[in-house]
Each structure stands twice: as structure tokens, then as C-alpha cells.
């Protein structure tokens, strides 16, 4: 079953596993039209494979306009914090 039937059934817009007990990789809703309808991907890709690459962390006291700052360097479209 690929993520984006996954997504639909639980009606999830954003996915976040969990790997070695810490949330490394996230992917949501842009991601799967992006990488699997956009490009054309969907017969082809696995989970991790959508799965963002990387992720940028961001202190819970940290000032606003510093985050606003790295995300628009780093090209950041979506901030999670917990």
C-alpha cells in the first residue's frame, strides 16, 4: 500500500515516523503530490523514498525572526515543533 492510500484511509495530511526512538523524517500532503503525482513517481516510490532527507531542528526559545530567517535560506515550507 503506498503512503498516500495510507494518508487517505486515516485521513492524515502529514506523516511523522519514528526511527531509533526520535522523529528524523517527516512527509506530508505537498510531499506526495510533489514526488508521486507531480513527477510521476507513485508506481515506483516506497515510503522512504518520499520521506524528506533531512531535518532542521530550531530551539523552543528561539527568536522568531531567526527561524523565519533559516527557513527561507534553507527553503523550509513547513515547521514542526512538539
Known amino acids: 500500500m503506498k503512503i498516500s492510500e ?3 484511509k486515516v485521513d492524515a495530511g502529514f506523516f511523522m515516523p519514528i526511527e531509533n526512538d526520535s ?6 500532503d505537498r510531499d506526495v ?5 507531480v513527477k510521476g513517481q507513485y508506481s515506483q516510490d516506497t515510503i522512504g523514498d518520499i520521506l ?29 515543533w512538539s
Open 6 to 8: 495510507i494518508m487517505t
Open 23 to 28: 522523529l528524523e523524517r517527516v512527509i506530508g
Open 33 to 37: 503530490v510533489i514526488r508521486e503525482i
Open 52 to 80: 524528506t532527507g533531512r531535518m532542521l531542528y530550531f530551539p523552543d526559545d528561539g527568536d522568531m525572526e531567526d527561524t523565519v530567517e533559516r527557513m527561507q535560506d534553507e527553503q523550509v515550507h513547513l515547521l514542526v
